[in-house]
């Protein structure tokens, strides 16, 4: 390889590079029983890089994807670092108008996409982007994604790269709705999954779950920390219980990742008893707390520790752990203390710093911060108001230094570890011809964390059912922020000002979920 011409280096692509030269036959990705070695994975992500710039793409340009995970998506991923351009991931689950929206704001030069999430929209797609790549079985062979690892390259690009060049543009629904590309460089990706190697007790010798989506930051950072120690990483397409925990027993699982519903579902399925889970040894969750019944069948019948990590696209994850030695002396919603890398603090409206037991808006800095919004000076501007990174969440630290999560300062609602933007929700109610007034909030909700909830107001005189409204909404929304349930009511609490109550809601209606079906 040519002498690299940045002296000080850091870069996404590096981290399968230097892996590769110290561990090549030691076994990086499992997917079935397909076994790819770290040489190999670094080859094929060298060949992905070098038809990229083949096809005359320059440094910066835009590659998105719509993808699962795969070990196709993780050659892409780190074959597109390689070649100094940036990735976009696209979540699957938006609806195509959204996806429209973001290739379009990105002006992405190729997309990369499963075969199942085309959708019938294959021309629609190759109308958007020069060069499509499909993933899947039934890809037509011009334009399989395996054609672009055809090429006898494969040596390492040769393409300077800098620790401030943005690597990632991840869009997170925002609370206009319309969805905001958070821009990440390299450096943020780079050292956030450095430290998560100490923060989560991670070793070489882990043999580590990719069960999360890897197009959403969380399980992306955890790849990339595995990837560093030369661990090797399961790939797992969706989750069902039976199947995870023989997994677990095949592939002697030690480390995993999952929503604390997947906890749930496999530590109390009939069947759990009938597996060896025994090489189990670490179990980090996220996106809420694990209720403490689960907490401790899981501590005491798995035997290993569990961790609650928090973090957000804005602050490459993780940025805060809930350590295994404050599981179950702590109850609430503990988020614990900060990342070895990350300051965290607690801020009033004014900029003032608060106290212990004091709530105010949870503020970051770091050099996991993203860079700012594509596009969106004023609001990259509020974000880092007075030098700190402003998550847009309320919390306080407890007496002896612990990160509490109060509420939300704004009404994004989380379902089944997807972000859902309220008003999003309620702009396509309102556009239902017969609705005359429309919120939606998230309620508590056993599988879902929080369920997406719509309340409607009919127009006087009009007649409509919940059916109605949910097909109206199946229309326009991505399948993840459909509401879960649509009430039908008379009014709607509100303010002398007309402005909606939505804590009245919720706390009205925060059993509503309690004798539903799971």
């Known amino acids: 390889m040519s002498e690299i011409t940045s002296l000080n280096r850091v870069a996404i692509g590096d981290i399968v590079r230097r892996t590769s030269a110290k561990y090549p036959k030691k076994t990086a990705i499992i997917s079935g029983d397909n076994r790819i070695s770290y040489k190999d994975f670094n080859e094929d992500c060298n060949r992905f890089a070098h038809y990229l710039l083949d096809l005359g793409l320059e440094k910066g340009d835009a590659v998105a994807t719509i993808c699962g995970n795969s070990w196709q998506f993780l050659v892409a991923i780190i074959g597109i670092a390689k070649a100094g351009l940036v990735w976009v991931p696209l979540n699957p689950g938006v609806s195509f108008n959204e ?22 929209k294959k021309e629609e797609f190759s109308s958007m982007c020069p060069e499509l790549l499909v993933i899947g079985n039934g890809a037509l062979e011009t334009d399989k994604f395996e054609n672009a690892l055809q090429t006898i390259k494969i040596d390492e690009p040769e393409v300077d790269i800098g620790d401030r060049d943005i690597a990632q543009i991840m869009f997170t629904s925002g609370t206009t709705g319309t969805p905001k590309g958070v821009l990440i460089n390299h450096q943020a990706v780079f050292i956030a999954s450095l430290a998560n190697i100490i923060e989560a ?20 950072a955890l790849a990339a920390s595995f990837f560093h120690l030369g661990a090797t990483v399961v790939i797992i397409q969706g989750f069902e219980p039976e199947s995870f ?46 209720d403490r019944n689960t907490l401790e069948k899981g501590i005491n019948e798995l ?9 957000q696209t804005e602050m490459y994850p993780a940025t805060c ?55 969106n000076p004023e609001e990259t501007k509020r974000a880092q108001q007075f030098g700190w990174h402003h998550t847009g969440d309320l919390g ?54 929080e369920a997406v909830t719509a309340f409607v107001v009919l127009k006087p005189g009009e007649e409509a059912t919940k059916n109605d409204i949910l097909n109206h ?3 326009q929304l991505g399948s993840f922020q459909i509401p879960k349930e649509v009430l039908i009511v008379p009014e709607l609490p509100q303010t002398i000002t007309g402005k909606i109550q939505k804590h009245v809601l919720r706390e009205k209606y925060s059993n509503l979920y309690s004798n539903y079906p799971v």
């Open 473 to 475: 909404c199946k229309e």
């Open 303 to 311: 035997g290993c520790e569990f961790a609650l990590g928090s973090g």
């Open 99 to 120: 996806k429209a929206y973001i290739l379009s704001e990105v002006q992405a030069k190729v997309l990369i996409c499963d075969e199942l999430f085309l959708q019938g």
């Open 201 to 220: 007790g991670m070793n070489r010798e882990d043999i580590a779950t990719l069960l999360m989506p890897v197009f959403h930051c969380a399980q992306h």
């Open 245 to 290: 925990m023989k997994t677990i027993e095949k592939e002697q699982i030690t480390w995993m990742f999952g929503l604390p519903m997947m906890y749930r579902a496999f530590l109390y399925h009939p069947s759990f008893n009938k597996y060896d889970l025994s090489s189990l040894r670490y179990c980090l969750y996220a996106m809420a707390p694990m």
């Open 321 to 375: 752990v809930f350590k295994p030695e404050d599981q179950l002396s702590k109850s609430g919603p503990y988020w614990g203390v900060p990342s070895l890398i990350t300051d965290i603090a607690i801020m009033d409206e004014s900029g003032k710093f608060l106290g212990k037991k004091e709530v105010g808006e949870i503020v970051h800095r770091g050099p996991n911060v993203m860079a700012g919004y594509l596009n």
């Open 396 to 449: 306080y630290f407890d007496e002896e230094g612990l990160l509490v999560f109060v509420d939300r300062k704004k009404d994004m609602i989380k379902t089944g570890g997807e972000n859902v933007a309220s008003i999003q929700v309620e702009q396509v109610l309102l556009s239902y011809p017969k609705v005359l007034n429309a919120v939606a909030v998230g309620l508590p909700h056993e599988h879902w964390i």
